[in-house]
């Protein structure tokens, strides 16, 4: 493994791989928006269409990446689709935040491999839950965090908006920083 950790090529070109296999994965199934999906729909739908409705329930921080699909698509399941890229990006992002954590190419593909081969952080985005994009606003703040702190800030806003259990990921940014 010695290899791994020397060269970035080889650890993107896995990382690569899984997002490819995850893309298949996904492409095999079929949303099927359920609970709160139509509650996260419907503040996508009134934000592209300009109004900020408070009134809807739920949390709504990663509903705001739908907003621009809606806008050319005018899907009734931009939020799904939100998702679905989110959790195609999943492997990358675990790359990038296990490299930042650990300073290392292994780990980094160790973090994306455990995160890929979790199917209950992205297959649920096909349900309308918002995992996906939860877990790669929290792993964007673990990777910007020392280089970019505000934006860190930002993505870290916006996790603990689609989930407040976000929260908890305060102290390992402040050791990051």
Same mark, same amino acid.
């Given at each position: 493994?010695?290899? =791994?950790?020397?060269?970035?090529?080889?650890?993107?070109?896995?990382?690569?791989?899984?997002?490819?296999?995850?893309?298949?994965?996904?492409?095999?199934?079929?949303?099927?928006?359920?609970?709160?999906?139509?509650?996260? @729909?419907?503040?996508?739908?009134?934000?592209?269409?300009? @109004?900020?409705?408070?009134?809807?329930?739920?949390?709504?921080?990663?509903?705001?990446?739908?907003?621009?699909?809606?806008?050319?698509?005018?899907?009734?399941?931009? @939020?799904?689709?939100?998702?679905?890229?989110? /959790?195609?990006? =999943?492997?990358?992002?675990?790359?990038?935040?296990?490299?930042?954590?650990?300073?290392?190419?292994?780990?980094?593909?160790?973090? /994306?491999?455990?995160?890929?081969?979790?199917?209950?952080?992205?297959?649920?985005?096909?349900?309308?839950?918002?995992?996906? &994009?939860?877990?790669?606003?929290?792993?964007?703040?673990?990777?910007?965090?020392?280089?970019?702190?505000?934006?860190?800030?930002?993505?870290? /806003?916006?996790?603990?908006?689609?989930?407040?259990? &976000?929260?908890?990921?305060?102290?390992?940014?402040?050791?990051?920083?």
């Amino acid at each position: 493994m010695i290899w =791994l950790k020397k060269t970035t090529g080889i650890s993107l070109t896995i990382v690569l791989l899984l997002t490819a296999a995850l893309l298949v994965a996904l492409t095999a199934a079929h949303p099927l928006g359920a609970g709160d999906h139509t509650y996260y @729909q419907a503040f996508v739908e009134s934000l592209a269409r300009g @109004q900020l409705d408070l009134s809807i329930p739920g949390f709504h921080g990663s509903d705001l990446f739908a907003v621009p699909w809606y806008w050319i698509s005018h899907s009734p399941i931009a @939020q799904i689709d939100a998702l679905l890229i989110w /959790a195609c990006l =999943l492997p990358l992002l675990g790359f990038l935040a296990g490299r930042a954590i650990y300073k290392s190419n292994f780990e980094g593909v160790l973090l /994306a491999v455990i995160i890929a081969m979790m199917p209950f952080i992205s297959f649920v985005g096909f349900r309308g839950w918002t995992g996906p &994009a939860y877990w790669g606003l929290m792993l964007l703040s673990i990777i910007l965090i020392r280089r970019f702190p505000v934006f860190a800030g930002l993505a870290l /806003a916006l996790a603990i908006l689609t989930k407040p259990f &976000a929260v908890v990921l305060i102290p390992l940014l402040l050791v990051l920083s």
